[in-house]
């Protein structure tokens, strides 16, 4: 099987590496944004493409002519749309889910091909690591046996935009109306790569908090 892997995430090319290390197949890695046309995978003539990770919009010509998978970090349909981590974390979810699913002309609405369960609890660094490892096992899973896709259930259908880094502000009424638990949890949800949270200061500089615990 000819697989091609698009992606620039640090935890969708940790999943690319493992399928180059330790699977049969032939694998073609696209790392980066700038490295990738639609004319290399079209010359390349996969089997399936893997969009991991993945920010900008796929050219109806791959998603049409090649079974083109993407994994969205959420029990899909819940948390349709950008920052799926972000948004579930913030609102208290601990339990979720790591789905792949077919592209198509909607985002985050096609066929579920796998899912599988994904703890939203620690740090943003433990968090990747465990999808990582998630990711990778349901690849390798769809890629030896096969897919059944499933169609979503629209009506359960939840969607939220992605963050802008405005939003890492922890404002003064948050400090004064938000509950310990919401701030520690803005908090860990924006540790690096992210736009981390951050306070404001008198003279218009701003206070970065990359990590934080949760006490009495």
């Known amino acids: 099987m000819r697989v091609a892997c698009v992606g620039y995430r640090a935890w969708a090319l940790r999943i690319y590496e493992h399928l180059l290390i330790n ?34 919009k796929i050219e109806p010509e791959i998603f ?26 913030i609102r208290g979810v601990v339990n979720s889910k790591v789905t792949l699913f077919v592209i198509g002309e909607e985002y985050d609405a096609g066929d579920v091909v796998a899912q599988g369960p994904l703890s939203l609890s620690g740090t943003i660094t433990e968090i990747f690591d465990r999808l990582t490892k998630i ?59 992210y736009p981390n949270a951050f306070i404001r200061t008198s003279d218009g500089k701003k206070l970065l908090i990359k990590l934080a615990e949760l006490g009495e």
């Open 135 to 193: 990711g990778t096992s349901l690849t390798v899973k769809i890629l030896r046996e096969g897919m059944q896709p499933e169609k979503q259930d629209d009506s359960k259908a939840t969607y939220f935009s992605r963050r802008k880094p405005e939003q890492s502000e922890i404002s003064l009424d948050e400090i004064k109306n938000q509950t310990g638990e919401h701030l520690y949890n803005k908090i860990r949800m924006l540790g690096d790569p």
């Open 64 to 89: 049409k002519n090649y079974k083109s998978i993407m994994l969205h970090p959420s029990p899909l349909p819940e948390f349709r749309g950008g920052s799926p981590i972000q948004n579930q974390i």
């Open 23 to 56: 699977t049969e197949h032939e694998v073609l890695v696209i790392g980066s944004k700038e490295k990738y046309d639609k004319k290399i995978i079209m010359d390349y003539n996969p089997d399936v493409v893997l969009f991991y990770g993945w920010s900008w």
